[in-house]
């Protein structure tokens, strides 16, 4: 078996994961005294919920404009991950289909990757300018068709 090792008594110990590195071990002692402790166990919830909440609601907010909302809510998800099992279940849930997705997309033609990326585009480009109209009243496609309309 890998991290376990027998004992000359005939008992059995746990060997140390030396496959992670050393910063990640030190993060997963940190956590482990904190929840060691009633108090930090609850305190430690409390903070993850809060700042997990707090970048999936900016995630969630970035999401129609252009740039990273859907990375930024999974990182926010990545956060809840550190205590919460069921954010840890969705996390692998998105990343087993993000993967599928894309390895969906590498097998498939030139044509057909470009066609898949300009759709992207275009909806993005459309999300980008209904934000736009509705959130700060300023109707793009119309200025530019004035802007060409008059020049």
Not at 21 to 44: D, E, F, K, Y
Not at 69 to 88: N, Q
Request: one cysteine or more; a positive charge; hydrophobic letters at 50%.
């Amino acid at each position: 078996m890998s991290g376990v090792t027998e004992r000359e008594g005939g008992g059995v110990a746990v060997s140390e994961r030396r496959d992670l590195p050393r910063w990640r071990r030190r993060i997963s002692t940190t956590l482990a005294l904190i929840r060691a402790n009633p108090t930090g166990r609850v305190a430690l919830k409390i903070m993850i919920g809060v700042l997990g909440a707090i970048v999936v609601t900016v995630g969630i907010v970035l999401i129609p404009l252009p740039g990273p909302g859907w990375l930024i809510v999974i990182a926010g998800l990545g956060i809840w991950a550190v205590e919460f099992h069921w954010a840890k279940r969705l996390l692998g849930f998105t990343r087993r289909h993000v993967q599928g997705w894309a390895t969906w997309v590498k097998r498939q033609s030139f044509a057909m990757r470009l066609l898949i990326g300009s759709v992207g585009i275009i909806f993005v480009a459309a999300v980008a300018c209904l934000s736009i109209k509705y959130s700060l009243g300023i109707d793009v496609i119309a200025q530019v068709l004035h802007y060409l309309a008059t020049n």
